[in-house]
């Protein structure tokens, strides 16, 4: 007799669980505290992935990055700008294995019990009979915030998220606290408390 383990139930979990990675890294000789202002870079329109090519999550991810950059102290100036923002998204199709061990315990043997007659267990202990591995497709999405020194026109920060995509309303969920985890690793501190 084999006893499997539910192996769809325990992937589920594991990819379900699985938290967002932030990554960040920058030039550590930049000014970070002499830049004063910011604007975006046009969006391009070369994006062609399913959760970020629509106009509300655009419009989400510059909407909480203008907050964090605010309470750093930054103002918005579309004229002459010291930073210039852009973002970038990725989303990729990947498959994650999970390979879990089959166990066998083939010689029950029987007691009694003040409780009535029933199986005690097995002689000899379970053991391993082999291995039984499953691919459970996931969808993979990075977010990417870059800033960029206008007048050098040089990258000086790069922020990015990187996690497993359900479906929009997920990821708009997911939004504001993904920015703020990239720009907790921002060079300068926010001023303000986020609400």
């Not at 509300?56 to 750093?72: A, G, W």
């Not at 990821?171 to 690793?185: G, Q, S």
Request: aromatic share 16%; charged share 20%.
């Amino acid at each position: 007799m084999k006893t499997y383990l539910p192996i769809a139930i325990v992937a589920f979990i594991a990819l379900s669980c699985s938290s967002v990675q932030v990554y960040t890294d920058y030039d550590k000789s930049a000014p970070f505290a002499s830049y004063k202002t910011f604007a975006w870079l046009p969006r391009p329109d070369s994006v062609q992935d399913l959760f970020y090519r629509n106009e509300l999550v655009d419009n989400n991810i510059k909407l909480y990055t203008n907050r964090e950059m605010q309470y750093r102290g930054y103002v918005i100036d579309t004229v002459q700008p010291d930073l210039l923002l852009e973002y970038h998204s990725v989303v990729q199709d990947r498959m994650q294995n999970i390979t879990m061990p089959v166990y066998a315990n083939p010689y029950p043997f029987y007691g009694y019990s003040p409780f009535g007659y029933y199986p005690y267990g097995y002689y000899g202990g379970s053991y391993v009979v082999g291995y039984n591995t499953q691919q459970i497709p996931y969808t993979q999405g990075t977010l990417v915030i870059d800033i960029v020194e206008r007048k050098k026109n040089q990258l000086i920060w790069r922020g990015w998220s990187v996690g497993v995509l359900t479906d929009e309303q997920a990821l708009e969920a997911e939004l504001p606290r993904d920015i703020h985890r990239i720009f907790n690793k921002y060079p300068v501190k926010a001023a303000k408390r986020r609400k």
